[in-house]
């Protein structure tokens, strides 16, 4: 096996560097959530089942027209403490202590950086432009990949 350290890495064509790049560039498509009394042992089994390192909470907003929202995040972290630490009867509702932050899909990449260090956040809710609707997730391991291989 060859040694790491002397190992030459390529990026992607596809991906472009950190300086170019949007959200749109670099989140993950989709939105894995649960319902707000979701179980500690569920929220895990989804993020175990799909190898996510955080869930959505959702509610229907009571507008004309009722949506889908997402109003908070469990992280795997908070997943850890609860069941760790804490008491793992707890639910999503309990667990959700990330704060969520939205971005839309045309949002620099820097920025979007920024207001994960801003905000001490791990995972940015991406909202659809016109409707506001959840349509993905933009993670640090996800700028971690553009910092690693953009360069267009």
């Known amino acids: 096996m060859p040694d790491t350290a002397t190992r030459t ?6 991906m ?9 560039d670099a989140m993950h498509p989709g939105i894995l959530s649960c ?4 179980t500690l042992t ?6 175990a089942t ?10 229907i907003s009571h507008e004309e027209k009722p ?10 972290l908070d997943l850890i403490a609860a069941g760790i630490r804490d008491n793992p009867e707890r639910t999503a509702r309990d667990l959700a202590d990330q704060p969520v932050i939205a971005v839309k899909p045309s949002m620099p990449l820097r920025d979007a950086g920024d207001l994960m260090l801003t905000h001490r956040v791990s ?11 959840p ?4 993670s640090t391991l996800d700028l971690a990949g553009v910092l690693a291989w953009g360069e267009a």
């Open 67 to 76: 949506q889908s929202l997402v109003w908070g995040i469990v992280s795997d």
């Open 9 to 14: 890495y390529h990026g992607s064509y596809l």
């Open 50 to 59: 799909e190898h996510v390192h955080c869930v959505a909470v959702t509610g």
């Open 35 to 38: 319902e707000p009394d979701a």
């Open 123 to 133: 995972h940015l809710v991406v909202t659809d432009a016109e409707a506001g609707r």
């Open 42 to 47: 569920e929220v895990a089994q989804m993020m």
């Open 135 to 138: 349509i993905g997730i933009l």
């Open 16 to 24: 472009p560097s950190l300086e170019h790049a949007t959200v749109a």
